[in-house]
């Protein structure tokens, strides 16, 4: 019904696009003169069929629902009932309504129920009415308003300006909806836990805080020594550290060698091969090295008489740095290539090498928009989720053995989060704020880092 | 004094040459790398496009199906199947015992019972007659065929017993086993059976997902991109919106999941695990990528043509809608194909939002659960079973072939269709 409702005002806004012409043509024929275009009166009649009536119609579709559910259970209002009795009660009404339901019956259920389906009906009947009506009201309106020859083009193109801004504002909308996502089970999960127990606990046990009998109540005593993050955070630190220690000279040494000394051919085709290990899919790298590369140090380790878990930090950081090569190696060779040649000239005239030239003079110029590069890696490296899920532990040992497992903020968040989720529980909201922790991190290095590049910029520009 | 110089000046040399040969290697290693990587995923994952059959003659006793004479279609349908798939499996060695018997089973897939029924709806002639016919292989059998399991471990540690392995080398050797092209890696949906497992279930996931990505994200990034580059005014709030574009891009995916959980489902309460709500997510995703991308290709359109329609008499509006617009969508399509590319990637907003369930059922809409080809990649690395091991690879190779093709595609039409303006 609904999809009927939604496919006749789209039609309807065609069918008025061509009325809205014809019009214009018919007042053109009278030799007045047009105030715009003949399609800016279509433009500006199908607006005014469709927008209203779409508008009353998902304020109906989100507040109908919820009326309907109001108006049902004042029938119980005054019997104290809880509220989740409440709503196990309408949703009982609900599915004996559609006649799925399979409990025991009640009178007062089939009272509620009935009432419901009346509700429904009557909703319906007068949601179609009322938007008949006002499509029929704006229709004439508008015929109105270019009948009588009045401008068209201004409000058709402050509606289309005004649907562009609105467009813009989903980046914002996102931001908002990732702290609104956040903020209120951190808030929540801080209600129980401690955030000095959180920041500085050393026992990371999510597996302890088993989903509790929902009607006790909350025994914070219980998750003491639960929710410790410090193991997490130094494993996340750890092997972010890893990956950066394969990233770094390999990415910029090949940054400097694409910017610097490659030929045009080497170049044309080393750079997008390189850029290729950023396409490819973490969840790939995740089982490249929990397959491969875990198995092959382990091998290597036994060998030597070392234990090495077959799971290690060494294996994801490892595996994590290779992805994070190309980041580094394409945005140094940018900002590399951005320095002026005036720099290099001046070097090469003193009788420097091009290597002392690099190192010397380039290097330093460079040297904010690379950190700047370095950090963005960082913040990959802290965010990324499925090589650690799959090639690092998930149990968070507080480690600096790089051949042992440890775990990170991304991982334990997937391995909380996993399966069913109860939402009110601590175990869960710990997850969300470990993702509020993550968010916080990366804003704040992705922040630091686009300004440092962006100063570089400026002062060679 | 002059030798001294001289070497001095070898020795810069000598340096030189090392930075250089430091360049070199890195791009070597990262060369290497990507090789090594490719290969790999290449050598575990050919076989599994192949799959292993045995042929075995099976007899259409009409009396083990419980069938009268001249049965009708229906009759064939609802005929018992399993004593007589059974009957077969235990003909291949009359000696068996019953421990044995059950190891004979066990060396086909549960399927076995469907492959002979649908061979005898094929041919409803053959009651009373014997025709080989064409069983999957238990995975692991399908596993010692191509050579990946080793046979010399002791019993105990393999999950083939040494009686499944004589009377499968039996027929070897009278070759009644073969091994085709899978096509039911293709067809398929999940399967805790790794012989039986296909992508088909999470190969749809992944396409309903882009769908919804792309209906979402493409309209409002394109029309964000539009007003941010041509109409927006320079002030602090518009500075704020570039701001939060700008981070948006990279903050973490898990993140996103976050997000979809704590407002898509726990909020607006849409159904989990469906592609509908990760294309949702995805399509939050994707949206920077793509308003970076578009304004980009608007900012390379050159003034003189606005100037142009301008000039004409065309409004604003007339000349962003008309002129600017068109010219520039080489690179949003490009642009575009790309963040998607990115989003059939991404694997850990998905797992969040319930996309891991097991599905063994196809779907047919956005609204039905659904896994996705990267989660079921994760799926498959997670199970234990040798079997996945090469599904797992060849999954990886089908969506790497996917993510080649699209950005194949979009260096083609930002190569054919842009305009160089110069």
Known sequence: MNLVIFIFIVLLGFTSYYFGRKKAYSIQATNTRLTALPQFYGYYLAIWCAIPAFIIYSLWAIFEPSIVKLIILSDYSNQGYLDDELNLIYEKTKSLSRGQFSGEITTYLETSAEKYLNLRSIAQNSKVVLILAIIIASIVYGYKRISSNNRTREP???????????????????????????????????????????????????AKAFVRDASEPLDPSMYSDTFGAVPIFAGTFFIALIAMCVAIPIGLMSGIYLAEYASTKVRQYA?????????????????????????????????????????????AGGVMGIMIIPFISSLSDDVITSVPQSLRDGSYAMGATKSETIKKVIFPAALPGIVGSILLGVSRAVGET???????????????????????ITAQIVVILIGDQAFGDPKTQAAFALGMTLFLVTLSLNIFALRVVKKYREKYE | MNKNKEKLLNSRYRAEKRFQFYG??????????????????????????????????????????????????????DADYFDLALQTMFDLDKSASEKQQNDLKRMVSYFFEREIKRELLNDPSLIGKTKDVYLTASDDLDQVFKGNYPRDLPEDQRRVTDYQLKIFDQLVEQGRVESKFNLSFFTYPDSREAELAGIASSFMGSIFSILVCLVIAFPVAVLAAIYLEEFAPKNRFTDFIEVNINNLAAVPSIVFGLLGLGILLAVFQLPRSTPLVGGITLSLMTLPTIIIACRASLKAVPPSIREAALAMGASKMQTTMHHTVPLSMPGTLSGTIIGLAQALGETAPLILIGMVAFVNTIPGSPLDPAASLPVQIYIWAESAERGFVEKVSACIM???GFLIIMNLFAQIIRHKFEKKWS
Do not use: C, R
């Not at chain 2, 290449?42 to 009396?63: H, N």
């Open chain 2, 24 to 77: 070199k290697s890195a791009i070597f290693l990262a060369l290497l790398f990507l090789t090594i990587f490719i290969f790999k995923i290449f050598s575990t994952g050919y076989t599994a496009f192949q799959k292993t059959w045995l042929i075995v003659p099976v007899t259409f006793d009409a009396e083990t199906m419980y069938l009268d004479e001249n049965p009708s279609k229906e009759d064939l349908e």
């Open chain 1, 271 to 315: 750079k997008p091969l390189i850029e290729i290990l950023a396409g490819i899919p973490t969840v790939v790298y995740g089982f490249f090295a929990a397959l491969t590369v875990g198995p092959f140090l382990k091998d290597i380790g036994t060998a030597m008489g070392l234990e090495v878990s077959a799971e290690s930090a060494l294996a």
């Open chain 1, 386 to 408: 499925m090589i650690v899920v799959m090639a690092s532990g998930l149990a968070a040992n507080l480690t600096f053995n790089p051949l042992e497992s440890t775990s990170t």
């Open chain 2, 398 to 400: 089908v969506l790497l």
């Open chain 1, 156 to 206: 058709v193109e402050k509606f289309l300006n005004a649907v562009l801004f609105t467009a813009s504002l989903a980046a914002i909308l996102t931001t908002i909806g990732i702290v609104f996502s956040l903020i209120f089970q951190t808030i929540d999960f801080f209600k129980v836990i401690p955030l000095f127990d959180f920041i500085f606990g050393t026992h990371w046990y999510p």
